[in-house]
């Protein structure tokens, strides 16, 4: 719906000016029985935020008539919308997703010339400014700072932070990235962490030539630099610091044994290096197992959003960035999108060949040819479910995969097909154990499914299959593999209908 300056008389903007910060209001209930005098705070066009002698309170605006010089002009409405947080996704995503969403509601989109990213949004007919929109690059401890002390509106970030709400807007990957010249053609996530940890100094290591490896890295209190850390459990050993992905990934690209972690959207003139597990098991960041999270080293970015009322629009913009059409320019923008995805199974023909080559003396022939029997002319799903460890609780992704996964079976995406629930295990433990296992946490997301969605039909349910630890998707040595491999998969087999023939 677009914004007009007759609508604007209803849902004003959120106006903070200094100068009449410091001046009083006085809301006055339109029966006279309330009056409240205060500093005033904010306004949204549909709630006053002032602070009085009782504290802060929010005030619903059509039940008080507004008096004092600081009482907003709703004639004239501008919300003003401040953005903060990572420099790179900050700077990629933000103006194309803004662009997009003023134009969805018939509006214009104008950047504006000046340090950093800032625009406004006019309304088309007036030329009235409706919104100025602006990014501020920090660090996560000074974005959360900005946020709760009112300096800024919105986090783009990588990691969540409480009390604070979070928005999924997009998936990133880090990725492992060389120089094009260098001649190293895969490295093990094992010897990756040696590396970034300073364990280890030359690529003869880690399967290159005998030189010396430059790490790169960004500056330790960068956004991803931090998840990076966070991931690795210790600090990243850099011989180069960077201000930002694209200087770094330049850097790189001059320097036959440089090396640095960057995201999958940001990688530059450099090559990315195959990462592969400690039992080689190869793990590329496609979009779709960097949705499913198959990829180790995925990277979520989140809208963070501070306990408070926003100004409308920014809600309307909270509301835009989960659609198709926002999802798209996300894509466009270099990063995965978050909308669900398929795959055809045969595509993945890797995934075959590490069932083979994975398979312990306990998988017998049978089991493949179950397994390969369900693949044949299904398709996967992005949407994977996996659990809390040591837990039956779903986590936080998955929560909203089931969500997703919901609303698309109760719109009708999935007529004439069967949806399928795919439980898997790690392969730790015996092969009837883990079969069992699998079948009980696949029938656990059907389970959840159903409360999610009560009013699915019986038919509409998916159908749950279990195959233990017949289709490893890494090395079961390592808890990160086991963790992977430790997930429900969701499919689509075509429902074959027999066509009734007409009687002569």
Not at 13 to 42: C, K, M, W
Not at 126 to 142: H, I, M, N, R, Y
Not at 254 to 268: H, N, Q
Not at 397 to 403: D, V
Request: glycine share 8%.
């Amino acid at each position: 719906m677009g914004w007009t300056v007759g609508r604007a008389a209803i849902f004003a903007a959120f106006l903070v000016a200094e100068a009449a910060a410091a001046q009083d209001v006085t809301l006055v209930a339109r029966e006279g029985s309330i009056v409240l005098t205060g500093t005033l705070v904010g306004f949204d066009g549909e709630f006053y935020r002032i602070d009085t002698s009782y504290g802060m309170l929010t005030v619903d605006g059509q039940g008080v008539i507004c008096e004092g010089p600081a009482c907003p002009d709703l004639i004239a409405p501008k919300a003003v919308i401040r953005f903060t947080g990572s420099p790179d996704a900050g700077a990629s995503l933000l103006p194309a997703l803004l662009q997009r969403f003023a134009e969805s509601r018939g509006l214009l989109f104008e950047p504006l010339e000046t340090v950093g990213f800032a625009a406004v949004i006019r309304d088309p007919k007036t030329g009235k400014v409706l919104a100025e929109l602006s990014f501020t690059a920090a660090t996560p401890d000074q974005a959360t700072a900005a946020l709760g002390d009112g300096r800024a509106d919105l986090i783009v970030g990588s990691q969540p932070e409480k009390p604070y709400g979070s928005r999924a807007l997009a998936y990133d990957a880090l990725v492992p990235v060389v120089a094009a010249d260098n001649p190293t053609p895969e490295i093990s996530t094992a010897d990756l962490a040696r590396v970034l940890s300073g364990e280890v100094d030359n690529w003869a290591e880690v399967g290159g030539p005998d030189m010396p490896i430059v790490l790169h890295a960004l500056a330790p209190e960068t956004d991803l630099q931090r998840a990076l850390t966070d991931r690795l459990g210790l600090p990243i050993m850099a011989d180069e610091a960077h201000p930002d992905l694209a200087v770094l990934a330049e850097a790189v690209a001059k320097d036959p044994w440089a090396l640095a972690i960057t995201g999958r959207a940001e990688v530059g003139r450099t090559r990315i290096l195959t990462l592969t597990d400690s039992c080689g098991f190869p793990l590329l960041p496609t979009p779709l197992a960097v949705k499913a999270e198959d990829y180790p080293l995925s990277l979520p970015i989140f809208l963070l959003t501070p306990p408070r009322r926003l100004p409308l629009m920014a809600r309307e913009f909270l509301e835009f960035v989960a659609s198709p059409e926002a999802q798209s320019a996300v894509a466009a923008a270099g990063y995965v999108d978050r909308a669900a995805s398929r795959q055809a199974m045969t595509a993945d023909g890797m995934r075959l060949i590490n069932a083979i080559q994975g398979a312990g003396d306990d998988i017998t022939l049978a089991d493949l040819k179950r397994l390969v029997g369900l693949m044949d002319g299904a398709d996967r799903l992005s949407l994977t479910f996996r659990f809390e460890d040591g837990s039956s609780t779903l986590d936080a992704q998955s929560q909203t995969n089931l969500s997703d996964l919901a609303q698309l079976i109760a719109s009708g995406q999935f007529r004439n097909e069967q949806v399928v629930l795919a439980g898997f295990s790690d392969g730790s433990g015996a092969a009837e154990a883990n079969l069992a296992l699998s079948v009980e946490r696949a029938a656990r997301v059907a389970q959840e499914l159903a409360v999610v969605a009560p009013d699915l039909g019986a038919e509409a349910l998916p159908r749950v299959e279990g195959f233990g630890e017949a289709l490893p998707m890494a090395c079961d040595e390592t808890a990160a593999g086991r963790h992977l491999n430790r997930r429900v998969e969701v499919w689509l087999v075509p429902r074959f209908t027999d066509t009734p023939t007409s009687e002569n």
